[in-house]
């Protein structure tokens, strides 16, 4: 069955820092991955998605991910963080009939 | 214009109730869903339907029957409710079903505390 994990619950970043949040895939053949980004109280936003075009997949507010398929990685990165990136980041991969099933979120926490 | 909207935004009410949530969007997509974020924030699927068509319907009690009267509106009607049934139900919606790349769009979450 298809399963995503996610190290680590909790990232602090100071301001300027490089952001990274790991993501690994367990699945049989190349899933299609998602990150997602869940602000306090509010619904889950689109920041990427891996659909096998190319490896390395920009997506908004400077984010990006890169998929590795010899280490089943999609781990997300952005080279400088800002105070408005602190929010929960949940990966996500393709179940079938596009049901998403999501890692246990990491909360990204930006410090002055 | 809130592509996917949830009420209520909150919902409190006694064991043993019945209750439901009701989603719409105005995407004009084919496919909702809807999923339950628990208290560490963890999010699993529970039912998803194509142009009112259930497809998928995950290992959740039967006392949670949804419903599409259209494919804009996808409602969750809640019976008997239990304490842990406490949690944030999420509503979304994409294009279609087939092909697993499209983009699911979520509303805001209902937060439903039974006491």
């Known amino acids: 069955a298809q399963s995503v994990t996610q190290l680590g619950s909790h990232v602090s970043v100071s301001e300027g820092a490089l952001v990274l949040l790991r993501c690994n895939y367990s699945?049989?053949?190349?899933?299609?991955l998602f990150w997602y980004v869940q602000y306090p109280n509010q619904g889950l936003q689109l920041l990427l998605k891996y659909t096998s075009a190319a490896t390395l997949v920009k997506g908004i507010n400077g984010f990006e991910a890169e998929f590795k398929k010899s280490e089943t990685s999609f781990h997300l990165t952005k080279p400088s963080a800002h105070m408005s990136d602190a929010a929960e980041y949940f990966c996500a991969a393709s179940g079938g009939y596009n049901k998403l099933i999501f890692g246990a979120g990491t909360r990204l926490a930006v410090h002055p | 214009d809130t592509a996917v909207s949830q009420t209520p935004k909150y919902l409190v009410t006694q064991m043993g109730n019945d209750k439901s949530i009701k989603c719409e969007q105005n995407?004009?997509?084919?496919?909702m869903y809807w999923y339950k974020q628990d208290s560490k924030k963890f999010l699993k699927i529970m039912f998803s339907?194509?142009?009112?068509?259930?497809?998928i319907n995950e290992t959740v009690p039967n006392r949670f029957s949804p419903k599409s009267p259209d494919k804009a509106h996808l409602n969750l009607h809640i019976n008997s409710l239990e304490l842990g049934d406490s949690a944030v139900y999420f509503c979304a919606s994409s294009q279609r079903m087939a092909g697993d790349t499209d983009t699911q769009y979520f509303g805001p979450g209902t937060r439903l505390t039974v006491l």
């Open positions: 995407l004009g997509h084919d496919t």
């Open positions: 339907y194509n142009n009112k068509e259930l497809i």
């Open positions: 699945s049989s053949v190349p899933p299609y």
